[in-house]
């Protein structure tokens, strides 16, 4: 974690930005809850436990800021909720999410898996692709024992027929 702090310190100083205490508690939080996706108001209250003395607008100003500097993105899962998400170190495109429409669980797929299609978009339709936004929603692993079980009872029972 110590790694990804310094990193992410020289991407702010690249960009001639300082990594104020309240800019690492912001920072902190995030690398501590890497795959939590929080809203700006969950960052906020996790941030209050490490710098009480922080605002709530000073944590949004810094998370835009992380935003621009592309150290995190900013994602929404359609249910009108900004979502601060960290960038893996070196990734030059958005990972993907996985929203389950039973549980609500939010899974991430670090592999672009997008090299044919960007291809695609880059030749026919001569469009740069810089970036893309990418949410499955669908139904999650979890469930899938389950239901696997439930086939399976099902066969038996036809077999039995
Ligand atoms: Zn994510
Ligand atoms: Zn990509
Ligand atoms: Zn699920």
Do not use: W
């Not at 607008?57 to 998400?85: C, H, M, P, Q, W």
């Not at 692709?129 to 899938?144: A, E, N």
């Amino acid at each position: 974690m110590k790694n990804r702090l310094d990193s992410i310190k020289k991407q702010l100083h690249a960009q001639s930005y300082k990594l104020t205490p309240q800019r690492e508690a912001t920072v902190l939080v995030l690398l501590e809850h890497e795959s939590a996706h929080l809203s700006a108001e969950d960052v906020y209250l996790l941030v209050k436990e490490k710098a009480p003395e922080i605002g709530l607008a000073t944590v949004y100003r810094t998370l835009e800021l992380l935003t621009e500097l592309e150290v995190v993105d900013k994602i929404n899962f359609g249910d009108g909720v900004s979502r601060f998400d960290l960038r893996k170190e070196g990734a030059s495109h958005s990972h993907h999410h996985l929203v389950c429409i039973e549980c609500g669980a939010v899974d991430e797929i670090q592999e672009d898996l997008l090299g044919d299609v960007e291809a695609v978009i880059e030749n026919k339709y001569r469009f740069s692709v810089k970036d893309h936004r990418l949410t499955f929603h669908g139904i999650c692993h979890r469930h899938s024992e389950k239901e696997g079980a439930t086939e399976q009872n099902e066969e038996n029972e036809q077999m039995q027929v």
